[in-house]
């Protein structure tokens, strides 16, 4: 049974940091990318970050640039989002994802709040 699960949401004043981390297990396929999302209260579930497991490459939502970092370790099956600079819109609850060449995976969500 694959899982995924995140850790490190909470609340954060404005300007503040925060790491999300999430941890994939019992996967048995490739890994084709690991993601981050995020939904707010009354909004779509949007995508935040992106990495691909081959290559590396990264895609970020406009809204993150140059604040949010993604990172992944293939081998460990984890992927991480560093998050500086927090604004109040960036209140949600994120989801990681993983998709493989077959079915992609989400976990439960991890409640960030960014207030003052």
């Known amino acids: 049974q694959v899982q995924l699960v995140e850790s490190g949401g909470g609340l954060k004043q404005p300007g503040e940091s925060l790491r999300l981390s999430c941890v994939a297990s019992?996967?048995?396929?490739?890994?084709?990318?690991m993601s981050w999302y995020r939904q707010a209260p009354g909004k779509e579930r949007e995508l935040v970050a992106r990495?691909?497991?081959?290559?590396?490459?990264?895609t970020y939502a406009d809204s993150v640039k140059g604040r949010f970092t993604i990172s992944r370790d293939i081998r460990q099956k984890t992927v991480d989002l560093q998050m500086n600079s927090l604004k109040p819109e960036d209140t949600a609850v994120y989801y990681c994802?993983?998709?493989?060449?077959?079915?992609?995976?989400w976990g439960q969500g991890t409640q960030v709040t960014v207030s003052s």
């Open positions: 994802n993983v998709e493989t060449w077959g079915p992609q995976y």
């Open positions: 019992g996967l048995t396929g490739d890994i084709y990318s």
């Open positions: 990495i691909m497991s081959i290559g590396g490459r990264v």
